[in-house]
């Protein structure tokens, strides 16, 4: 079975441009977590779904939005980019958000600079 | 607030053991996870501890006391290959994944 599928692999902006994030789970999983990680941190939450709705968001401004489709894939936008934008965006799948099955699996990855 | 800490660098030998511990403070507990992350790829699942006690799984093992809010992540007869960071991360209440800034475990030869 495919494992999470994110695209692009790679993306350069400049300031104040708009970018989207696509991001496929593994087939069963419905919900899909967002997360931005700066070189030598950890990931830090962005938003979590789970049957198309948001069930979660983490601290970030409103210029980060996302969404989730009926075939429970995931786009994360974000708008009017900063230099500080510049991170590893990982997308996360797992199977359920209760119980044991909260394990995440993670995709490769999108990483944006922003120049 | 939210809050968990790990060191931040550790060096070991190949073939030897390493300890990584994992101190929490969170708003709700629903579990604790030990991922790997090699330089410029993601996190990989190592471990899940929701009750207390230590959980073996092959090389790695993974101990959780809720009362004291710490864990570790155990790695035995280290390999070159597990020259990674290691990520400790709390499943709070609402049920959303804390992390830790990651362990960078260096092996030597």
């Known amino acids: 079975d495919a494992g999470v599928t994110q695209s692009p692999t790679h993306l350069i902006k400049t300031r104040g441009q708009q970018v989207t994030l696509r991001c496929s789970p593994i087939?069963?999983?419905?919900?899909v977590s967002w997360y931005q990680q700066v070189l030598g941190q950890g990931p830090q939450f962005i938003f979590q779904?789970?049957?198309?709705?948001?069930?979660g968001r983490g601290n970030f401004p409103d210029r980060f939005s996302a969404r989730q489709f009926p075939n429970y894939s995931s786009e994360l936008n974000v708008n009017a980019l900063l230099l500080g934008d510049s991170a590893l965006y990982l997308c996360?799948?797992?199977?359920?958000?209760?119980?044991?099955?909260?394990?995440?699996?993670f995709g490769a990855g999108t990483r944006l600079s922003v120049l | 607030g939210q809050n968990i800490d790990q060191p931040t660098e550790m060096t070991a030998t190949e073939g030897a053991i390493v300890q990584i511990n994992c101190t929490y403070q969170?708003?709700?507990?629903?579990?604790l996870f030990w991922y790997q992350q090699h330089a410029g790829e993601a996190p990989t699942f190592l471990s899940y501890?929701?009750l207390d006690g230590l959980e073996e799984k092959g090389r790695f093992s993974s101990f959780l006391s809720r009362s004291k809010g710490y864990s570790y992540l155990l790695l035995k007869e280290l390999q070159m290959k597990d020259s990674a960071s290691y990520l400790c991360?709390?499943?709070?209440?609402?049920?959303?994944?804390?992390w830790g800034a990651g362990t960078k475990l260096i092996i030597k030869p």
């Open positions: 996360a799948s797992s199977t359920s958000d209760g119980g044991d099955l909260h394990i995440q699996y």
């Open positions: 779904y789970y049957e198309k709705e948001e069930r």
């Open positions: 969170t708003s709700g507990f629903n579990g």
């Open positions: 087939s069963g999983h419905k919900s």
């Open positions: 501890n929701v």
């Open positions: 991360a709390v499943l709070d209440s609402n049920y959303q994944l804390i």
